[in-house]
């Protein structure tokens, strides 16, 4: 099926050393939030996901208390074609602390059914981002980017992954995404000192404030796009024009598409498009991580392919 762009990424640390200010947030192109009339904030596009994938997989596992911090693939029964090997391996680092206390915001977004229930709450958005963002981003890009990397070994969930494996290949990418959502997502409004991402999810009169954040996870903005023409969106297309030069991000694909729309919403020159995507090749030292093309990674989601 899919074959991956045989690019060579690079580490985004090595990057980020250089990009201080880049940080991408990828958004669904069909994932909309919104208050419901219960005053529920809820995701329409991940709400049908969670439905589909109740009707499809068995959930294994959804017990946590409202303290608990929101892990991901928390109700996925997985169906890997090498069953065991890859099973093993997200069995494996789902359990493993150094890597779950990273708290990846690049893995809930669509993984975490605990996630979304959050977004029910600011307080508990809120909650969940004051731990995710007190980690050492630069530690924990290093353990996504060797999670990756192992990912595509043989002896784990390479085969699913070049049989177009949609959780294996989405898992890929969510990993080389988390340093720039990282960045995005622990954003502050500068006037109320509010996370920017609290106030994007909460806002029932503006989903494509919330949709700008699954711009680094592969998904555009589309034009007629309205979301709110503020500071904290300036500030994160700032950081994802920065991390849409580096080669391999999905914000090299989504960015400028994605900031167009913006501008003809805000004004022409509220996010620059004078950048040169994917300019940035990640050579030298560190690890080289072959990336999928970010349109295969988006069919992907949208045929998704486990049986
Ligand atoms: C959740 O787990 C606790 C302790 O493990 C258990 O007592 C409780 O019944 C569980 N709740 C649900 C809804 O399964
Ligand atoms: C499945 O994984 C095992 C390692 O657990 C490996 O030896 C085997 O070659 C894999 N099978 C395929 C078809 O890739
Ligand atoms: C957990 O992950 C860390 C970071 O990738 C790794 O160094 C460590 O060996 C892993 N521990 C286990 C028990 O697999
Ligand atoms: C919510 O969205 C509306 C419409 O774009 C905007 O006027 C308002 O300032 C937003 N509220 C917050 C808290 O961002
Ligand atoms: C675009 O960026 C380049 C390099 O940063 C700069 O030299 C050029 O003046 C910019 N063009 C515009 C129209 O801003």
Known sequence: MARYNPLYLILITVLCLSCVSAQPVEQNANMHSGRHASGAIIADRQSTTYQEKAARDIVTASNTTSTDMPVPYDTLAYNFANTTSCTDFYTKWRANKTITDCHAISLLLENSNAFFHTLRSSAAITRVL???CTQDAKKCTSIMDDLAADLLKS???????????????GTYRDLVAYEPMYRATCLRNPVTQKYCFVDAASNSTSPDDYNIYFMPLGNSLGMGSKPTCSECLQTSMDLFSGWAKVDGQPLATTYLPSAKAINAHCGAGFATTN???????????GLAIPLPRVGMVISALVALSFV
């Open 130 to 132: 004051e731990t995710s």
């Open 155 to 169: 002896e784990n969930c390479r085969e699913d992954y070049h049989n177009g494996n949609s959780v294996v290949k």
């Open 275 to 285: 950048i040169t995507v994917g300019s940035d090749a990640v050579t030298g030292a």
